[in-house]
Nanobody, 126 residues
């Protein structure tokens, strides 16, 4: 059974940093592209960051570019999202996702992903 489990969320002050992680299991291929999305209260889910299967290519939403960094450690079946200079607008539930496209490139659309985690709450206080 494929599973994606996020962790590392929490409460942080504006301007601070946080790193969230996503561990995959259940045969989820290390060859799959991965992404992070978020859903703020009362808003639609939105793309945050994506990484290709090898980690050599990344993509970011304009709102987080220069502040967030996505990476992956395939040996540990883990994808990370390092978030710096956090703002109150970053408050949301953060979800990781995997796209069932072996050796695929980055994907920014939610419909491009086949597996999702349960989410981890990130709250930024101003």
């Amino acid at each position: 059974q494929v599973q994606l489990v996020e962790s590392g969320g929490g409460l942080v002050q504006a301007g601070g940093s946080l790193r969230v992680s996503c561990v995959t299991s259940g045969g989820l291929s290390r060859r799959y592209p991965m992404g992070w999305f978020r859903r703020a209260p009362g808003k639609e889910r939105e793309f945050v960051a994506a990484i290709n299967w090898s980690g050599g290519s990344t993509d970011y939403a304009d709102s987080v570019k220069g502040r967030f960094s996505i990476s992956r450690d395939n040996a540990k079946n883990t994808v990370y999202l390092q978030m710096n200079s956090l703002e109150s607008e970053d408050t949301a539930v953060y979800y990781c996702a995997a796209a069932r496209r072996p050796y695929g490139g980055t994907a920014v659309g939610g419909a491009d992903y086949d597996y999702w985690g349960q989410g981890t709450q990130v709250t930024v206080s101003s």
